[in-house]
T-cell receptor, first 114, second 113 residues
Framework: AQKITQTQPGMFVQEKEAVTLDCTYDTSDQSYGLFWYKQPSSGEMIFLIYQGSYDEQNATEGRYSLNFQKARKSANLVISASQLGDSAMYFCAMSPYNTDKLIFGTGTRLQVFP | DGGITQSPKYLFRKEGQNVTLSCEQNLNHDAMYWYRQDPGQGLRLIYYSQIVNDFQKGDIAEGYSVSREKKESFPLTVTSAQKNPTAFYLC????????????FGEGSRLTVL
């Protein structure tokens, strides 16, 4: 079965520090996409970063980077130089190849403190 | 501006009533989705549609119905058969056959009294 696991229900980080949010996935497909979304308290889902399974380099988008370890089936999100506005829920998601489905994990609540 | 509009943002209904949540997009996306979000459970797929006049059940379709008569519109009806309808509902879209990201609306919060 295809599944996304986020084992950290909550994380705390001090402002300006880096933080890693864990994500592991389970799929027998060779081709798939991995996504991270941010959900502030207002509820909307904001796309952060994407990694394709055949991409050899880790994806980066500004302060966000994805630590992709294919053999371990992990796709951890690294946020550098945390800001107070980074406090939110973070969801990891997977899209198997040639399907229109996106499968989500249960999320990690990140709180950034001054 | 291009985007996805969900309405209403908040909705209250009595048990036994059907209610329809609206989702409209002007991004020219082919695929549209409805997700349900409960605390601690992440997002679960209710229905999705890849083209007009066609849609598929997701993981938790029981008690819900959809239609896709126009490319830009994908309304969700929560029927009285849905046993626990109180939740946050998110509509999303993306280009079909594309591994790109989903674009989401701001969500609709349904409370059954």
């Amino acid at each position: 079965a295809q599944k996304i696991t986020q084992t950290q229900p909550g994380m705390f980080v001090q402002e300006k520090e880096a933080v890693t949010l864990d994500c592991t996935y389970d799929t027998s497909d060779q081709s798939y996409g991995l996504f991270w979304y941010k959900q502030p308290s207002s509820g909307e889902m904001i796309f952060l970063i994407y990694q394709g399974s055949y991409d050899e380099q880790n994806a980066t988008e500004g302060r966000y980077s994805l630590n992709f370890q294919k053999a371990r089936k992990s796709a951890n999100l690294v946020i550098s130089a945390s800001q107070l506005g980074d406090s939110a829920m973070y969801f990891c998601a997977m899209s198997p190849y040639n399907t229109d489905k996106l499968i989500f994990g249960t999320g990690t609540r990140l709180q950034v403190f001054p | 501006d291009g985007g996805i509009t969900q309405s209403p943002k908040y909705l209250f209904r009595k048990e036994g009533q059907n209610v329809t949540l609206s989702c409209e997009q002007n991004l020219n996306h082919d695929a549209m989705y409805w997700y349900r979000q409960d605390p601690g459970q992440g997002l679960r797929l209710i229905y999705y549609s890849q083209i007009v006049n066609d849609f598929q059940k997701g993981d938790i379709a029981e008690g819900y119905s959809v239609s896709r008569e126009k490319k830009e519109s994908f309304p969700l009806t929560v029927t009285s058969a849905q046993k626990n309808p109180t939740a946050f509902y998110l509509c999303a879209s993306r280009f079909a056959a594309d591994t790109g990201e989903l674009f989401f609306g701001e969500g609709s919060r349904l409370t059954v009294l």
